[in-house]
């Protein structure tokens, strides 16, 4: 039986400018999207989020696979034979076993060699409208005295929210995509040590633009995780709070309830002074509430 793990969290930033959309003349636009009622919500991309997951399993010393000045994966293998060249990166490319890969083929008609990547991401979007707040910095060229004003916008006092699906049985194996069998090439311990270091990065994941002077704190302060028969992205739509910074808890038990047949196990995990219904949260859940290291925590258990 294949295993999933399901993450639901909610962040809280500060004012930051975490993902910068394309920039008219002297202005940094802040990327977001944009409801139905003519609201305006900040979010910060998959792309992006991987980019910052990764960028800290780094810092917490998995090595990441190097780039050619082609900004092509330099693989560490000769061989040309497709079937032992997947194997050969998912055995030593953790990073690419982890977020997938594509590697083209010389010559027409010749199929690229390509990964599924086991952990997918929603974007992280945030619960509350922008709310048009606007930040200022000079921008100095050569010979020139003074400077131009920039105006960068900025989210500001918001909460964001995003899902992680892992698939933990794809991890360090060669998916077949036609059948789904599945070779694994890496032992136990190896996979245990790749999805380690996956969500110890969400525990401390650190990125985002404009940090030289818009440092922000992008780790999750709610987390709800659930170990599940298949990857259902269950949580995407069940993270809400009012504006009264308080969590929606009935979304949450609806969603446990409807998907109990495929939920094996859940806990809740929170940062204290946040939300404003944290002893409302803690008695809800009772014995299911830790702490957020301790609830990715495990998520290890679950899926090793």
Not at 231 to 246: C, K, Q, R, S, V
Request: charge should be negative; proline fraction near 3%; aromatic fraction near 10%.
């Amino acid at each position: 039986m294949r295993k999933f793990a399901n993450i639901g969290y909610i962040t809280k930033v500060n004012i930051d400018n975490l993902n910068s959309s394309e920039n008219p003349g002297n202005l940094i636009v802040l990327k977001k999207v944009q409801d139905y009622q003519g609201n305006y919500y900040p979010y910060v991309s998959g792309q992006a989020l991987r980019y910052y997951l990764k960028e800290t399993m780094n810092q917490l010393g998995m090595d990441l696979t190097k780039l050619d000045k082609n900004g092509e994966y330099i693989i560490e293998t000769d061989s040309r034979d497709p079937q032992e060249r997947y194997r050969e990166i998912i055995k030593r490319h953790p990073d690419l076993d982890i977020f997938g890969f594509m590697e083209a083929e010389k010559g027409k008609g010749k199929m690229a060699l390509r990964r599924w990547s086991p952990v997918k991401v929603s974007p992280l979007i945030s619960i509350f409208p922008w709310n048009g707040n606007s930040d200022m910095l000079t921008r100095k060229k050569e010979g020139q005295e003074g400077g131009d004003l920039v105006k960068v916008e900025v989210n500001t006092f918001n909460f964001m929210r995003g899902t992680i699906v892992i698939d933990a049985s794809s991890i360090g194996s060669i998916v077949d995509e036609l059948n789904y069998n599945m070779e694994p090439v890496i032992d136990n311990e190896e996979k245990a040590m790749r999805i380690s270091y996956f969500l110890d990065s969400l525990k401390s994941i650190d990125g985002g633009s404009k940090r030289a002077r818009l440092l922000d704190d992008l780790t999750p302060k709610f987390v709800i995780v659930t170990k599940q028969k298949a990857g259902t992205p269950i949580f995407l739509n069940a993270l809400d709070m009012d504006f009264e910074n308080n969590i929606k808890i009935d979304l949450l038990n609806e969603v446990l309830t409807e998907f109990n047949d495929i939920i094996e196990d859940y806990c809740v995990g929170i940062r204290s002074g946040i939300f404003a219904n944290e002893e409302e949260i803690k008695d809800t859940f009772s014995d299911k509430v830790t702490s957020i290291n301790k609830a990715l925590d495990n998520v290890k258990e679950w899926l090793c």
